[in-house]
């Protein structure tokens, strides 16, 4: 038994059996993270002892007789946006380099609980900020179906990761489709879930009325799995809802009859790649075929959702990485020479504003520094109401299309990503042409709702082309059987990467 090949769900139940032991399993994936990460960089931190001694104290619990977690022995890697005590947090940063958080996020304390094994912590874009794994101040992650591709971000390295199986299972965080793009560039399965279903304590601000944490996994049925355990109402998170987890796993096996699904005129404009637009329309006839109906919807004000989203974002991104000053928090510069003259030749008003301009200077990396640029600039006195505010009025009009939207469809189907994964360094020298990679999710996080990301089929090049559906409001259930259903229908979720075996 390999256990690469083998779901997550067949991982937990092949343990909870004594079938395979929690060791084995885990000295499996982290001998394929060994083999293969030099290659891929998917992760910062490989934790293998702290990973096999979790292990090793499972399959003494399970050999006594002793209850078990719902996770029991399954190898979990973690983005590394989120706080663990006991590995570093650096948002792939030279802000937060070394540093280890005093606890724990909710999401790791409910996969500790559930006796889940953490094997490490996963490359991503400097601070969550990116659409390509290319910001990380610890160098690119590639993409396992094609080492010169990007596997998008910017939970990059939690999709490639599982891309190349050296790990069942990857936690991402999703602020405008940081889950659900790199999932779809990398063939993989990526929930972002309904805001506040999943609770945010200890995972590093980027912006907070956006950010989501959210599954990556091969299948539906595995990310399912997972957010059994993840949901749930934290009281210490103020924007955790206090509502039921259902059991996901139950609810899969309900037929799609009846089902209606939206399709977006918008979603096919120009800039959408024929092989993407194929794979999409192929999808949509699985679902036909599935039993769900077709209906053409309108979402009119998601074409402003990327301006929208860069204006929202970059503001409160501002006002959450002020605190890295060098003072409070984060690097903290030593510079050397007179206060009155930084390197350019400006003029500081004492050593303490130096010593915050260098350590914000050294610390953070160029597109973090853009965003916050941006956030600064559409806060300040004078453009505030011209920005932000503004932005804030479109957003609700984006949320009010999704709400009427979802009187007349279940859920609303298309692509994740206008192309296909592109080359590394293609678009680094044009944030424009970056940001539109967001050009079909950003509005789910803005809207506040669910999205589920899935391969849907490949180019003739052998690249991954994803699929995604979005739900209303707490309908994590039926985006996950929606998937389900096609993944039982389809076997692009079980391909692999051939180069990486």
């Known amino acids: 038994m390999q ?6 769900v067949d991982l937990v139940a092949a343990i909870r059996q004594g079938d395979l032991t929690a060791v084995q399993c885990t000295e499996a994936f982290l001998e394929r993270v060994a083999r293969l990460d030099g290659s891929i960089n998917a992760f910062l931190k490989v934790d293998r002892e702290g990973a096999l001694a979790t292990a090793a ?3 003494a619990r399970r050999k006594a007789g002793k209850p078990l977690g ?3 022995g399954l190898p979990v890697a973690v983005k590394d946006a989120l706080c663990t005590r006991d590995l570093p947090t650096t948002c792939a940063s030279k802000m937060l380099a070394g540093f280890r958080p005093p606890y724990d996020a909710d999401t790791v304390a409910r996969l500790r609980a559930a006796d889940a094994v953490i094997v490490g912590k996963t490359n991503m874009d400097e601070f969550a900020m990116g659409g390509s794994n290319e910001n990380s101040a610890f160098g690119p992650v590639k993409n396992p179906w094609d080492l010169a591709r990007a596997p998008g971000g910017s939970s990059g390295g939690s999709a490639a990761c599982v891309a190349a199986d050296m790990a069942p299972v990857a936690i991402g965080s999703d602020t405008g489709g940081s889950i659900r793009q790199p999932a779809g560039l990398c063939g993989i399965t990526g929930l972002k879930p309904t805001y506040g279903r999943v609770s945010r304590r200890g995972l590093v601000a980027f912006a907070s009325s956006l950010d989501q944490i959210g599954p990556m996994a091969r299948s539906a049925a595995d990310c399912a799995l997972v957010l059994e355990t993840i949901a749930g109402h934290d ?6 809802l206090a509502a039921d987890v259902p059991r996901y796993t139950e609810l899969l096996e309900q037929p799609l009859t009846g089902l209606r699904i939206g399709r977006v005129a918008d979603h096919y404009a120009a800039g959408l790649d024929p092989e993407v637009k194929r794979g999409v329309d192929e999808a949509f006839a699985v679902f036909e075929a599935a039993g769900a109906t077709i209906h053409e919807v309108e979402l009119p004000h998601a074409k402003y959702g990327v301006p929208t989203y860069y204006l929202i974002a970059p503001c409160e991104a501002s006002s959450n990485l002020a605190r890295f000053d060098g003072a409070h928090y984060g690097h903290r510069s030593n510079p050397e020479g007179s206060h009155r003259a930084g390197s350019g030749g400006q003029a500081f008003e ?6 915050y301009c260098r350590s914000r200077g050294e610390g953070f990396g160029p597109e973090v520094k853009r965003r916050i640029m941006l956030g600064t600039y559409a806060l300040s006195a004078g453009y505030y109401d011209a920005y932000y505010a503004k932005a804030l009025k479109v957003r609700r009009l984006i949320r009010q299309d999704y709400l009427d939207a979802f009187e007349r469809v279940d859920l609303i189907g298309g692509p994740v990503s206008a192309t296909p994964a592109f080359k590394l360094g293609e678009k680094t020298g044009d944030p424009l042409a970056m940001y539109l990679v967001d050009l079909y999710t950003v509005a789910t996080n803005l809207a506040g709702v669910g999205g589920i990301s899935f391969p849907c089929g490949f180019t003739r090049g052998g690249l991954p082309v994803g699929f995604q559906l979005q739900g209303p409001a707490l309908a994590e259930p039926l985006l996950l059987r929606a998937a389900d259903r096609f993944q039982r229908l389809t076997d692009w979720h079980l391909r692999r990467p051939k180069q990486i075996a």
């Open 3 to 8: 256990p690469a090949e083998l779901s997550a």
């Open 350 to 355: 004492s050593p303490l504003v130096e010593m």
């Open 70 to 72: 719902a996770l029991a």
């Open 57 to 59: 104290a499972i399959d």
């Open 235 to 240: 009281p210490l998170d103020s924007t955790s």
